[in-house]
């Protein structure tokens, strides 16, 4: 039963992966992008350190320690990336659409 | 070959998409993301081959990229958000 469990959140895992992924390859904004693949990347990743903790229960501290350090720095990397973006999204908006001949401040 | 080995060899693939889009796309942001996805990924799968072969001394590393890895990315971001603004 553990080993079916186990089997099933790593391809839950990999599901996630390829569809968080695929987005990256299209035309969408970075923040779309950004957004799908730190969803996938995070829960993911998740899915599958939970599928090898079912198979390796004796190393639940290096793995829950992993789960802790991949639910927290990813989300992290996703709202500084996310805020990077978005005040360089920004500013080109405001120097390219400014009618010519007046400034912005 | 075991269930285990095909799962792994798909997690390589899944690897390679943002390692294509890292090497097609210009924009540095979106450069930046799919490194930070390939980071992600390879420090899963190096978890996942410490589990196939029970050999910890590779899941401390694992671990550490987990840890380590996505602070340098976001040292990294604020760096190019500030190239950006100067």
């Known amino acids: 039963m553990m080993i079916f469990l186990s089997y099933l959140c790593i391809g839950v895992g990999l599901v996630f992966w390829f569809w968080g992924t695929s987005y990256l390859v299209g035309q969408r904004s970075v923040l779309y992008k950004l957004h799908s693949l730190s969803v996938s990347d995070t829960l993911g990743s998740m899915s599958i350190l939970f599928g090898l903790l079912l198979r390796r229960p004796r190393e639940w501290p290096l793995l829950i320690l992993a789960l802790i350090c991949l639910a927290m720095w990813n989300t992290m990397l996703g709202y500084v990336l996310a805020y990077c973006t978005a005040r360089d999204a920004n500013d080109h908006k405001i120097t390219t659409s400014a009618v010519p001949g007046e400034f912005y401040e | ?86």
């Open chain 2, 1 to 86: 070959m075991s269930l285990m080995e095909f799962a792994l060899i798909a997690m390589i693939l899944a690897l390679l998409i943002p390692l294509y889009e890292a090497w097609s796309d210009s924009d540095v942001w979106q450069t930046l993301l799919s490194f930070a996805s390939v980071s992600t990924k390879a420090s899963v799968m190096i978890l996942f081959v410490s589990v196939l072969r029970d050999d910890w001394m590779i899941g401390i590393v694992g671990v550490i990229i987990l840890s380590v890895g996505n602070a340098g990315l976001m040292l990294l971001a604020q760096i190019l958000k500030r190239l950006g603004d100067s």
